[in-house]
């Protein structure tokens, strides 16, 4: 977690100030430095929901049940 230097932060939070605070904390949970919450802030999607992708190391923007990455469920879950 992020939290050495509070000046920056602060910087961020006012900068990205449209991101939702809860958001900007779990995304400063996962940063390794200021640079690298400055990019997981700035690739931020702009519609909701979001989810985590670790592979991209980014928020991603989703579906509420994330059919597509899990169509083969869904389709046992809601097959009649």
Same mark, same amino acid.
């Given at each position: 977690?992020v939290k @050495? ?6 910087g961020?939070? $006012?900068h %990205? ?6 958001l900007f904390? #779990?995304?400063q949970?996962r940063?390794a430095?200021?640079? @690298?919450?400055?990019?997981?802030l700035?690739?931020?999607? $702009?519609? %909701?929901?979001?989810?985590w992708?670790?592979?991209?190391y #980014? ?6 049940l994330q059919a597509a990455?899990?169509?083969k469920?869904a389709?046992?879950?809601y097959?009649?």
């Open positions: 977690m @050495n230097d509070i000046a920056v932060i602060e961020l939070k $006012t %990205f100030k449209q991101i939702h605070p809860v904390l #779990r995304s949970e940063a430095s200021t640079g @690298n919450l400055f990019d997981i700035d690739t931020m999607p $702009t519609e %909701f929901p979001v989810s992708d670790n592979e991209a #980014r928020w991603i923007q989703t579906d509420l990455e899990f169509e469920k389709k046992l879950c097959h009649k």
